[in-house]
């Protein structure tokens, strides 16, 4: 986010409200926030939320890479150390191909699957130690309690110009929940 100005950013960036996970070297990290101007408490979208996603690759970066406890990742905190396979130090850059969502009411228990090609409309090209690709979408449930998961599949190189076979990227599981009290 360097050389963009100055922002506020409202999405949680820490555990419990944050979560993220690395799979080969790309860190995922989520977080939600409640929509209560959007949400109406009533029918199948009565409760709504923003959801932040954000994507780097840090197969190399060896500052990622401690068992000393909380580490900040891109924002992020966690004390979970990335885990890399055998051929990530090669991966110099990946192409995000496509997506698999899981959304799930927890107070109902009705589970939902989304299934597509890029985010947003994009393929994002993720660069071993260079920026994060970070987007927001929406998503609603019939009640107030809820979790997201999944995964991405990303091709190593590029889509046009692939350097191995894709490989899938898991999202940890993150609440979206209708907060006790509205600011």
Not at 45 to 65: G, P, V
Not at 98 to 126: C, F, M, N, Q
Not at 133 to 148: D, H, V
């Amino acid at each position: 986010l360097e050389g963009i100005g100055n922002f506020i950013c409202t999405f949680p960036m820490k555990p419990p409200a944050a979560t993220s996970a690395t799979t080969r070297g790309v860190r995922i990290t989520c977080s939600a926030i409640y929509l209560p101007e959007a949400s109406s408490g009533r029918g199948t979208h009565a409760f709504n939320w923003t959801y932040s996603i954000r994507m780097r690759l840090i197969a190399n970066d060896k500052s990622y890479n401690s068992n000393d406890g909380d580490i900040e990742i891109d924002g992020a905190w966690t004390n979970e150390s990335p885990i890399y396979h055998e051929n990530d130090k090669k991966l110099i850059k990946c192409q995000l191909k496509s997506r698999h969502w899981i959304i799930r009411d927890l107070e109902t228990g009705e589970k939902s699957e989304v299934r597509g090609e890029a985010v947003i409309g994009e393929y994002p090209i993720l660069i071993n130690g260079g920026e994060s690709f970070i987007y927001q979408s929406c998503t609603s449930l019939a009640s107030p309690r809820g979790e997201m998961y999944g995964d991405f599949t990303f091709i190593p190189g590029t889509i046009d110009s692939p350097t191995g076979e894709s490989f899938i990227v898991q999202i940890e599981p993150f609440t979206i929940q209708k907060p006790d009290y509205i600011y």
